[in-house]
């Protein structure tokens, strides 16, 4: 099975990020992951605009998946892979209001050590606008 869908299966249980909002692991390479969901109505606020919440959602699932690339791809196929990274910081920065219909994230690695990784998620829309920069903390709870 590839890599791709090895993850896909992995974070298919993360059901908020999969089923109610939607987003789609989309490319995985050992550089980046690109995570991406296509807007609904029932993605944006009062205004019409998408929530910031779900550029949150979309950033915080992309990290999930990136930093875990490793760790599935030294664990045997046939065996369980165990999530042992979690976000314990994490800053958004908001650029611009999202034009279309999908938003893609794209993380880039910074630092990714023993007992703390550090990435850099940016968010663009359907027009390949910068809709969001984030930067997350995440922390091994197996140290």
Known sequence: MELIERLRN???NDLYATR???IVIEQVTDEEV???IALQQHHRNAKGAVMGG???T???YAFAVAVHVDTVKETDPHHDVQLHWVTSSSTIHYLAAAKGDRLTATTHCIKKGRLQAVFQISITDALGTPIALVTTTGTNTLH
């Open 34 to 36: 690109v995570c991406c």
């Open 58 to 60: 979309l950033a915080d």
């Open 10 to 12: 992995l974070f298919a």
């Open 54 to 56: 779900v550029l949150f």
């Open 20 to 22: 109610q909002t939607g």
